[in-house]
């Protein structure tokens, strides 16, 4: 049962140009989402996050868009950079028993192509 | 420049064979995380616990696997005996309280087995 779904192994994009990742969801209990960022060999690091009751949050390039009523939300590189050559993966979070859970999708590998 | 250590970075070994991975969460973080990372799967959730106190292993084979810590700067994964399918990634992570400002992560233990 996965309840965060990448839909796209892997994207390429031209150095420049606006990359865009898509997750969706399927529990609406979740009440925080998050886009972490991995390099190979290194753990993931956290990039953004929005909360459920907002639907954008802007940091510097990065942008996360939350569609609630689609259970969809993205996350928007602009300009992007070959730097931003990773595995995205997509998480959401729910609150159990004092803990924050996060249920992360299978990740999608973005290419910033020069 | 805080982080999460993880050892051993990479192990290999023979099936049947007992495996432990360590993790030493940051200093002062009172939850800690342990994901396994697979192409098929992406990152799933094996266990985690708040304040030393296991909350929830459901993601983790119990006849195999087990997850302790046994003081606040050590938390283990152990798989006993081992099997090919176990060959992933384990990622450790840590965070303080329930804050949705993203978890941790460590570098990962890759586990071969063969």
């Known amino acids: 049962d996965q309840q965060v779904k990448q839909n796209s192994p892997s994207l390429s994009v031209q150095e420049g140009r606006i990359s865009i990742l898509n997750c969706d969801y399927t529990n609406s209990m979740f009440d925080y989402f998050l886009w972490y960022k991995k390099y190979p060999a290194e753990g993931p690091t956290f990039l953004i996050s929005?909360?459920?009751?907002?639907d954008k949050n802007e940091d510097g390039r990065f942008t996360v868009f939350l569609n609630k009523s689609a259970k969809h939300l993205s996350l928007h590189i602009v300009p992007s950079q070959p730097g931003d050559s990773a595995v995205y993966f997509c998480a959401a979070s729910s609150i159990i028993q004092g803990a924050q859970k996060l249920v992360f999708g299978q990740g999608t590998r973005l290419t910033i192509n020069p | 420049d805080a982080r999460v250590t993880q050892t051993p970075r990479d192990k290999v070994t023979e099936m049947g064979q007992e495996v432990t991975m360590r993790c030493q969460p940051i200093l002062g973080h009172n939850t800690v995380f342990w994901y396994r990372q697979t192409m098929m799967q992406g990152l799933e959730l094996l266990a985690y616990f708040r304040n030393r106190a296991p909350l929830d292993d459901s993601g983790m084979p119990k006849d195999r696997f087990s997850a302790e810590m046994p003081d606040a700067t050590l938390a283990t994964l152990k798989i006993q005996p081992s099997e090919p399918r176990d060959s992933a990634v384990y990622f450790c992570?840590?965070?303080f309280g329930e804050g949705n400002y993203g978890y941790t992560f460590g570098s990962g233990t890759r586990l071969t087995v063969v």
């Open positions: 992570a840590s965070a």
């Open positions: 929005i909360s459920s009751i907002k």
